[in-house]
């Protein structure tokens, strides 16, 4: 065997280990783009009652929204009635009303004064200069 034809053979095995190693990446490759074929296919399979229920869902809930929009009008509506009903309410009865308390808290007032003839006996406090009596100081602070 002469130089040039083991060159030969050496190339042709090293061809023949290349396609050998290429075929197997190329089995591989078929293999995970079936799978992932098979993936992609349960997934739509399972994605489109999901999106169905979901677009029920939000169909749903706007329909509630509308009826919690309603609702809150009303409960506006309510409540500028009951706002305006207790403005009136409070001009009419009101000024009466508190000049009747003022009337009765002066006679009370005048009925407890009429038993005390005598005045009320002033106040003693010792006032020393330069100095702060400690029962002054309690009497302050409650009072």
């Known amino acids: 065997m002469t130089g040039g034809e083991v060159a030969g053979i050496l190339v042709a ?7 050998s190693f290429l075929a ?3 089995v591989r490759l078929a293999q ?4 992932t074929t098979k993936l992609v296919a349960d997934v739509t399979e399972q994605a489109v009652p999901l999106l169905a229920d979901a677009s029920a869902t939000v169909r749903s809930a706007q329909t509630q929204l509308d009826r ?3 609702i809150a009008t009303d409960v506006q509506e309510v409540t500028s009635n009951a706002s ?3 403005t009136t309410v409070a001009s009419t009865f009101g000024g009466p009303l ?3 308390a003022a009337f009765g808290y002066g006679v009370r007032r ?14 003693r406090r010792a006032v020393v200069v330069g100095r702060t009596v400690p029962g002054a100081r309690r009497k302050d602070r409650k009072g």
């Open 13 to 19: 095995v090293f061809w023949a280990i290349l396609v």
């Open 24 to 26: 197997v990446v190329l």
């Open 32 to 35: 995970t783009l079936r799978a």
């Open 68 to 70: 919690v929009d309603a």
């Open 84 to 86: 305006a009903l207790s």
């Open 98 to 100: 508190v000049k009747v």
């Open 110 to 123: 005048a009925m407890s004064r009429k038993g005390d003839d005598k005045p009320a006996a002033p106040s």
